[in-house]
């Protein structure tokens, strides 16, 4: 049985969102390293005349690159945070089920040994 349905679907959304934010990040970082390189005059507002267009547009680029890496970084490391925290919980649930089983058989096997030795009077 499957537990944290809801919390795995929560992990997968966070997922695909950070992957997305990838993507896109990366394409519109590209975008405006060509519109920064085909019009230097300004992109996003910001005068790029006093430098020359590659370095203004490499600059534009690095910085959308920087901004989406610490934005999915956050989304794929939040996916992964949550589905850890699930796998953890299921180890531990297992791991109380097995030391449990070992505590009766051991209770077993020690009465079955008392019973089988003679008592002493």
């Given amino acids: 049985m499957r537990r944290h349905r809801t ?3 929560v992990a997968t959304i966070y997922g695909i969102l950070g992957w997305t934010i990838v993507v896109l990040g990366f394409l ?3 975008a405006l390293l060509f519109a920064a ?3 230097p005059v300004a992109v996003l507002g910001v005068q790029l005349a006093r430098f020359s267009p590659l370095l203004g547009g ?6 959308g690159l920087l901004v989406t890496g610490l934005n999915a ?18 180890n531990s649930r297992r ?6 089983r070992m505590r ?5 096997d020690s009465r079955a040994e008392e019973q089988e030795t003679p008592q002493e009077s």
């Fill in 58 to 63: 490499l600059g534009v680029f690095l910085g």
């Fill in 104 to 108: 009766i058989a051991q209770a077993a």
């Fill in 28 to 30: 519109g970082s590209c």
């Fill in 37 to 39: 390189l085909a019009n």
């Fill in 95 to 100: 791991t109380v089920e097995n030391l449990e």
């Fill in 7 to 9: 919390l795995r679907w």
């Fill in 73 to 90: 970084l956050t989304f794929l490391g939040l996916s992964a945070v949550l589905r850890l925290l699930i796998d953890l919980e299921e």
